[in-house]
């Protein structure tokens, strides 16, 4: 009977051992890895064991590997400028206090593979971080990251595809938008969120108590001549209505046609338009509040991280991110999180082989390792050996910064400048973009898709199509009105015969009370290849689609852009017009300013860190020396970014 307790401690242990192997086991299985599992670091038992194949380090209570645990001492001292908690050793050992590995350093009396320890990538605690969904690792000394199942890396990022409107089905496929609904991604496959009281029909958020169209249901359209009111064809619109091309509408309270027909109230990037008295306005979505005059995610917004202008400062070679309303960094890949900087510890001359190891004055690092002279190849650049044909901070020559943009990392390439551009993405004009739903860049940099009469042209898949306006059908490239055309009547391709006319779909010999143009039987008031007077054809811009009404021509922005002046608008990404009509994203000292989800992002140049919404060298300034806030006491200068006299 006595030993029943500690057979359930040792149960209990065996229990919690189990379930931590299989956590690892299945944060292993979902991971885009072949790295080999280890079980190092995990906390010796009460009787100081381990798991077989691992021993007790009895001055960390943490399990290794036989030959790399430390006595209480800490190991071997450091020499030759190295951090006294970082020796290399050069043999293995078999009990307390022997030297580590060849290869190996002993970091705070641990022994570490700077090759492979995502703890201490290329140096002693330079740690390798991940975004939310993803785990750090090390590979030959340098930080890159895994993504956990069903996440894929895109980018900076670990995202599911099968949901991800930005992403869906695969990096930089982002679905569109409409005025009246959200992007929205199932199964890898784009939909609409129809706001209240549109439905999604055909691609599009339509209002069916009014969408002639869609007059009641999507699959029900009111024929010629007939009128869509309160969900019913009918011949005229019921009292207080007024028809907008078929569609009965209140121009008091509809943000489609506030004020008169045609009249389309836009909001900025996570917000919901508003039409009241005739007057336009909008109301942030839900989970967005107002900054200024935003809407932003003040959860997930970097610039305004927990409340309106609280920006998240990025250290140069990694980039802000904003989770649960709290600012996080992670470092960009290739670079490892020491003291609040992003560094390579192979060249930093202020982390040469470990965190905070510097090179003593007139020194260099190279290698890791603080060194008189940079080796043939490389040039000494601020006491960091570097190789000017592909270094982005040191391009060309020394303090030559590249500069990056949103969805690409700058890029050295023979001493030149470039774009490492995101899977999905594409150089095109200094920026990356998304070829594969661009109007502006369809499949290729700068191919736009033509417009039509009645239409717009549109981007899917990188080709490109049109789509016709509401009660018109595409036929050989073009928008008609199987109603009234006299060379599709009723059907594409169908002809009435010579002095014909077609009237309600059908071949006739006279047009009644409409107009005769060629043939056709038209309203002059709301037809958009005769708006006015036979043959008088109205455009617009991309994006964007043609509408006659009352005899004059206007367009009507299409996919959830927004109508800005005489064009249209994206502005999710447009720098003139980042959030809404007018907002321009301004030039910046020392970086560039990008439109991302409609709020102007910051962009350093390479080597820069963006510190209280500033793009300044941490190496050098005395007001964010190291990192950003650090400021030198005195009249202390900053030097590497250390603090000197």
């Known amino acids: 009977m006595v030993q029943k307790p500690r057979r359930r401690a040792h149960l209990l242990r065996l229990r919690n051992l189990c379930t931590t192997l299989l956590s690892l086991f299945a944060l292993c299985l979902g991971c885009e890895s072949h790295l080999p599992l280890s079980l190092e670091g995990l906390d010796c038992d009460s009787s100081g064991s381990c798991i077989a194949g691992y021993v007790c380090d009895t001055a960390s209570n943490k399990c290794v590997r036989p030959g790399k645990q430390n006595d209480a001492s800490g190991g071997s001292q450091s020499d030759g400028g190295s951090q006294s908690d970082a020796s290399s050793g050069s043999q293995s050992g078999g009990g307390p206090g022997a030297p580590c590995r060849a290869g190996e350093l002993s970091c705070a009396g641990m022994c570490a593979d700077p090759s492979h320890d995502a703890n201490n990538c290329g140096g002693c605690n330079a740690t390798c971080g991940a975004p939310p969904n993803g785990a750090g690792i090390c590979l030959n000394s340098s930080c890159n990251f895994v993504c956990v199942k069903p996440f894929l890396p895109c980018g900076t990022s670990c995202v599911d595809v099968a949901q991800d409107a930005q992403n869906c089905g695969a ?113 942030c979505a839900p989970g967005r509040v107002a900054c200024g005059a935003n809407c932003v995610d003040a959860q997930s917004d970097p610039a305004n991280c927990g409340g309106c202008d609280q920006r998240c400062d990025a250290p140069a070679n990694g980039r802000a991110s904003c989770t649960a309303g709290k600012c996080q960094t992670l470092c960009d890949t290739g670079f490892a999180a020491c003291s609040g900087s992003c560094t390579k510890t192979t060249s930093d001359p202020a982390n040469c082989g470990s965190c905070g190891n510097a090179c003593p004055s007139g020194q260099v690092c190279s290698g890791g390792l603080c060194q008189l002279n940079c080796p043939t190849g490389t040039q000494n650049c601020g006491g960091a050996c570097v190789d000017p044909k592909t270094d982005p901070q040191n391009c060309g020559t020394c303090a030559k910064m590249c500069t990056g943009t949103a969805h690409g990392a700058a890029s050295c390439a023979a001493g ?230």
């Open 171 to 283: 990096c930089g496929r982002a679905c569109p938008s409409d005025a009246g609904g959200d992007a929205r991604c199932e199964n890898g496959s784009c939909s609409l969120a129809c706001h209240a009281p549109l439905s999604a029909c055909g691609g599009a958020c339509v209002d069916p108590k009014s969408d002639p169209a869609h007059c009641g249901g999507c699959s029900t359209a009111c024929t010629a001549g007939k009128v869509c009111s309160n969900g019913v064809c009918a011949d005229s619109c019921a009292a207080g209505k007024v028809d907008c091309a078929g569609a009965c509408v209140d121009v008091q309270s509809s943000p489609e046609h506030c004020g008169a027909c045609g009249q389309r109230c836009d909001a900025p990037t996570g917000a919901l338009a508003t039409c009241a008295q005739a007057s336009c306005g909008f109301s």
């Open 416 to 645: 030149k400048c470039g774009l490492d551009c995101d899977d999905g993405y594409a150089a095109c004009g200094g920026g990356c973009l998304s070829l594969d739903a661009d109007p502006n860049n369809c499949g290729a940099c700068g191919k736009v898709c033509p417009a039509a009469p009645g239409g717009s042209g549109v981007c899917a898949a990188g080709k490109c199509g049109i789509a016709c306006n509401d009660g018109l059908t595409p036929c050989a490239g073009q928008c008609v009105d199987l109603s009234s055309s006299q060379a599709n009547c009723g059907a594409c391709g169908k002809t009435c015969a010579a002095g014909a006319v077609c009237t309600a779909g059908a071949c006739a010999t006279d047009c009644g009370d409409k107009t005769s143009c060629v043939g056709s039987c038209v309203n002059l008031d709301q037809d958009v290849a005769n708006c006015g007077g036979c043959g008088q054809v109205c455009t617009a811009p991309s994006g964007g689609a043609p509408r006659c009404d009352g005899g004059k021509c206007g367009f009507q922005c299409s996919g959830g852009r927004a109508k800005c002046g005489d064009a249209c608008s994206d502005t999710k990404t447009d720098p003139n017009n980042c959030g809404q009509c007018g907002q321009v994203c301004g030039a910046v000292s020392g970086g560039s300013e990008t439109c991302s989800d409609g709020q102007c992002r910051l962009t350093c140049d390479a080597g820069l860190s963006l510190c209280g919404g500033a793009c300044v060298n941490t190496r050098s300034d005395a007001k964010n020396c190291g990192t950003c806030g650090k400021k030198c006491p005195g009249m202390k200068s900053c030097t590497l970014g250390l603090c000197l006299l």
